[in-house]
Nanobody, 116 residues
Framework: QVQLVESGGGLVQAGGSLRLSCAAS????????MGWYRQAPGKQRELVAE???????TYADSVTGRFTISRDNARNTVYLQMNSLKPEDTAVYYC??????????WGQGTQVTVSS
């Protein structure tokens, strides 16, 4: 079965950095677009960054210049490097695998907390 397992979340001070990882299994990872989403308490889940199978990246305006998404197809893993973190980046971060009109797959989420 398909599994997406996020790791790397935690508590960090404002201005600090974290690197999230999402390891995928049960899919042909290289053909999937991979995305990172986040959901803060009381807010809707939002796209943070996405990387296509071809390596094209998209970022939310709020993280452009601070976050970098990358993928390693040999390791079936997508990463989110988060620098210059702000308290408003506090949320549960989710990994998503998507392919055209097929069902999306989601991870269980990892908590990121940025203290001021």
């Amino acid at each position: 079965q398909v599994q997406l397992v996020e790791s790397g979340g935690g508590l960090v001070q404002a201005g600090g950095s974290l690197r999230l990882s999402c390891a995928a299994s049960g899919i042909i990872f290289s053909i999937y677009s991979m995305g990172w989403y986040r959901q803060a308490p009381g807010k809707q889940r939002e796209l943070v960054a996405e990387i296509t199978s071809g390596g094209t990246t998209t970022y939310a305006d709020s993280v452009t210049g601070r976050f970098t998404i990358s993928r390693d197809n040999a390791r079936n893993t997508v990463y989110l490097q988060m620098n210059s973190l702000k308290p408003e980046d506090t949320a549960v971060y989710y990994c998503k695998a998507g392919l055209a009109i097929l069902t999306d797959y989601w991870g269980q989420g990892t908590q990121v907390t940025v203290s001021s």
